[in-house]
């Protein structure tokens, strides 16, 4: 592939909220390649979610304020006229959300919504629409979908609503989907097959996926390329590989050691991030991250550290102190002494 | 429809009996605290003159009004069932026959006001949604806070000044051709509109704030479908519901407007009842509104069924409360 499919620039997105505006995103740049898996990991109010939907133009512009550029195949979505950008989304890049069940209409059939998604790009038949949403349906392992077309989602579970999603998602052969914390409503038991799924099935049509989840142990199973996301910003960005291994972040190293290893190793107590994270209506001067840090000196309370590169151009982490710190290496028990 | 839902619309029916009772029970005593004789003004009406002592008793007697209250509601009840709601006792026909040559009149303005409220109510309700907090939006909330609160018997002599009176377009009284209904139809409706165009667009707003409504955008569906099909159709439950009741209203509480442009509907001939101490007919006229109301909540269950899947009447597991106990 000549060139990536999709480019986000210095992205940045606000909002008026009670108490003030709200800085949810703060210059995130970005880019997926067509077949690529990206993940990005984060807490909540990272500003993951709405670097999502800002990308499908599904933010209501105004009150949000959306700058930078979004390009798409030469074009950059942020200013396009919403009724080219709705000929993008769905059919060049389709979107898969949390709670799964409150994002199918109730009022109208399973079927329905799927041949809706297929009609909305394709000028195909009610009848034919029905057969392939059928198809659509079961390759997404919803059983006996002939009979489940007409049934009302309410009467899916949240793991079979988020197959009829991912239909709906995967229906007009998207090259890039976006899936926002697709299993985190989800039994941790159907997060696996859900996971699994989404992943077989793009990879099927070579489509491209960017993955949000706030485990960044669950990216392992899949992601090509991960960036994690603090205060709305991208705090380091890798090839999945090196996140594990050589992780160069003091907020990366945070989240990998609070995440409960099977093995038991890295001791009896779960580590965790002091602190809670910033209020996007407040985010502190200097790094966001440095109030919950362990390592912070005085130029990280006044200074935004920059994403640069570490070792390679494909390994980048924005801190001021990632020269000095030593690798980190999340295979390693206890590796910082953390760890009590 | 599953059998519990047969269920469900059988007992929908028998309420019926009990709000019957209770209805013209509260009525029949009703009229018994207040003041004045019906027997004397039946008598001072027809005659033109207060009766004598023994004229006074030997009306009463007709009208078996010197009976107990109790025996007196007994014999109403009994004869109730067999479809006889009474004679009424200024024209000495029965309340059935009364009540039934006036419906149709009530009726046809009650449907031409209800057309009018929801053909007004909501385009209005929803643009005023889409635009959000802007100009149009304001204008349109300012509008219905306007019609809102304009009682309907002062757009009334507006009306008649104007289309009446300065431009001698429309006749100001009398039933008969479309033009007669258009100006009551107005008064009627038009406060309704500002009520049900307000709700229009606060359920209209709740629902595109919902997960599904982004779906449907995330799909690349043109606006004006995810507007009316994920957004409208889902929040006409609120709208059907208030429409319900407000049909109700128009049938049963039209009496000023009628009154008014001299419209022979059910709410004249109830006014006409009340300053004669006509009984049996106020009687007929409560348990036609009781009636009324309750089969408009049925009819409102079967739309619900129609309007949300989910929705199953066996189990009474309605998104909504019942008509009833809003303000009826």
């Known amino acids: 592939m000549n060139g990536p499919l999709l480019t986000v620039e210095d992205l940045a997105v606000g909002f008026p909220a009670a108490g003030g505006f709200v800085r949810a995103v703060n210059g995130v740049s970005l880019s997926l390649s067509a077949g690529e898996r990206v993940g990005i990991a984060g807490e909540s109010g990272a500003g993951k979610s709405v670097t999502a939907l800002a990308i499908m133009g599904l933010l209501p512009v105004p009150p949000t304020v959306v700058t930078g550029a979004v390009r798409h195949r030469g074009k950059d979505l942020l200013t396009m006229r919403e009724r080219d950008l709705r000929l993008v989304r769905g059919r060049s890049i389709a979107m898969i959300f949390q709670d799964p069940v409150t994002c199918l209409n109730p009022r109208l059939s399973v079927g329905r919504q799927v041949v809706e998604a297929i009609r909305a790009h394709e000028p195909v038949s009610r009848r034919e629409a029905r057969g392939q949403a059928i198809e659509l349906l079961g390759r997404a392992g919803i059983p006996a979908p002939a009979r489940r077309f007409d049934d009302y989602p309410h009467t899916f579970s949240g793991g079979m609503a988020q197959r009829v999603m991912i239909a709906i998602a995967l229906s007009c052969g998207p090259e890039i989907v976006l899936a926002d914390e697709p299993t985190t409503a989800l039994d941790v038991t159907i997060e696996a097959q859900i996971v699994d799924l989404l992943v077989e099935l793009c990879d099927e049509q070579q489509a491209a996926v960017m993955f949000i989840t706030h485990d960044l142990a669950l990216l392992a199973r899949f992601a090509d390329r991960i960036l994690v996301m603090y205060g709305g910003r991208i705090m380091e960005q890798a090839p999945a590989p090196t996140i594990f291994r050589r992780t160069a972040h003091p907020y990366t190293r945070g989240l990998l050691s609070s995440v409960v290893r099977p093995d038991g190793a890295g001791g009896a107590r779960l580590a965790t991030i002091p602190g809670a994270p910033p209020s996007p209506l407040a985010l502190p001067p200097g790094c966001p991250f440095h109030p919950r840090c362990v390592h912070a000196v005085e130029r990280c309370r006044t200074e935004v550290p920059l994403l640069l590169d570490v070792s390679s151009a494909e390994h980048r982490c924005a801190c001021h102190l990632a020269a000095e710190l030593t690798p980190f290496d999340a295979a390693q028990p206890d590796p910082l002494g953390i760890r009590p | ?328």
């Open chain 2, 1 to 328: 429809m599953g059998t519990s839902q047969t269920a469900h619309l059988v007992r929908r029916v028998l309420y019926l009996v009990p709000t019957w009772l209770g209805l013209s029970l509260l009525a029949f005593v009703l009229g018994n605290v207040a003041p004045g004789d019906p027997g004397r003004a039946f008598f001072t009406r027809t005659r033109g003159r207060p009766p004598t002592p023994e004229e006074l008793a030997l009306v009463r007697e007709q009208f078996n009004l010197d009976d107990p209250l109790l025996v007196r509601f007994g014999h109403w009840v009994l004869d109730a069932m067999r479809g006889d709601l009474g004679t009424s006792f200024s024209t000495r026909r029965p309340v059935t026959e009364e009540l039934l040559s006036r419906f149709p009149a009530t009726l046809q303005l009650a449907v031409a006001a209800m057309v009018v409220a929801l053909v007004i109510a909501l385009p209005v309700g929803i643009v005023a949604a889409l635009h959000r907090n802007r100009l149009i939006d304001q204008a349109l909330r300012a509008a219905s806070m306007l019609g809102a609160s304009m009682p309907g018997f002062f757009l009334a002599y507006l009306l008649i000044i104007v289309f009446s009176v300065k431009l001698g377009l429309l006749p100001a009284i009398g039933r008969g051709g479309l033009e007669n209904l258009l100006m009551p139809a107005l008064a009627l409706g038009l406060g309704e509109s500002a009520v049900l165009a307000r709700l229009m667009r606060s359920s209209l707003l709740e629902v595109l704030g919902e997960n599904y409504v982004r779906t449907a955008r995330a799909k690349g569906l043109p606006g004006w479908k995810v507007v009316l099909r994920h957004g409208v159709g889902n929040s006409l439950g609120a709208v059907v519901t208030e429409a319900a009741l407000t049909f109700g209203f128009l049938l049963a509480f039209s009496a000023i407007i009628e009154q008014i442009f001299v419209w022979p509907g059910i709410g004249r001939l109830v006014l006409e009842a009340i300053t004669q101490r006509d009984y049996p007919v106020i009687q007929g006229f409560v348990v036609f509104a009781g009636t009324v109301f309750v089969l408009l909540n049925l009819v409102v269950d079967l739309i619900y069924v129609r309007l949300d899947p989910r929705v199953n009447l066996g189990s009474r597991r309605s998104l909504r409360g019942d008509l009833g106990s809003r303000d009826g």
